[in-house]
């Protein structure tokens, strides 16, 4: 959008049930957030979207947490074909990428899951810092910094996504 004016969120307002949780899912992979959110509408502004967001994330459980963690890919090793993926992880250099790697594989191994962060501005030796120092969390704390990561990562793909409606004729 040209103007500075946040965008819109009238188009997924407008969305079909079905298009709406294909749009949804693409922000976040939890069934349980996309849920909460669709069910929300009508939105009059992106903040409300955006807290609705909020809300949504802090009421997910465990296994909701790990449905949305599922859906993405380690630091250093953007989905294959995803641009959102790759776009987000653009900071991180080609020296910094084995770094990370492998320390995503000891993380994964010490907390089940990939190693989450909100990539978006951030530079590869920031992640690895980030990574260096979460990776001797207690699973309680990480939980919790992932749902605070994932937030994040959400109200950054939904201002995205309500952009693009804005742009577009129909989702």
């Avoid at 903040?47 to 809300?55: F, H, I, N, P, V």
């Avoid at 630091?75 to 020296?95: C, Y």
């Amino acid at each position: 959008m040209t103007s500075s004016a946040p965008p819109d969120p009238s188009r997924l307002n407008e969305a079909p049930r079905p298009v709406l949780a294909g749009l949804l899912r693409e922000v976040c992979t939890s069934t349980a957030w996309g849920t909460a959110v669709a069910g929300g509408r009508p939105y009059g502004r992106l903040a409300e979207l955006l807290a609705a967001s909020d809300a949504a994330m802090a009421a997910l459980t465990a296994a909701d947490l790990d449905e949305a963690m599922a859906g993405h890919p380690p630091i250093g090793r953007p989905a294959p074909g995803d641009p959102t993926s790759a776009r987000e992880q653009s900071g991180v250099r080609d020296q910094e990428r084995a770094e990370l790697l492998r320390l995503n594989l000891a993380y994964q191994g010490a907390h089940g899951h990939v190693f989450l962060i909100c990539a978006t501005g951030r530079t590869g030796a920031e992640m690895l810092a980030a990574l260096k120092e979460r990776i001797g969390n207690d699973a309680a704390t990480e939980r919790e910094i992932v749902r605070a990561e994932l937030g994040k990562i959400n109200r950054i793909r939904l201002t995205a996504l309500a952009e693009r409606l804005a742009r577009e004729e129909a989702p």
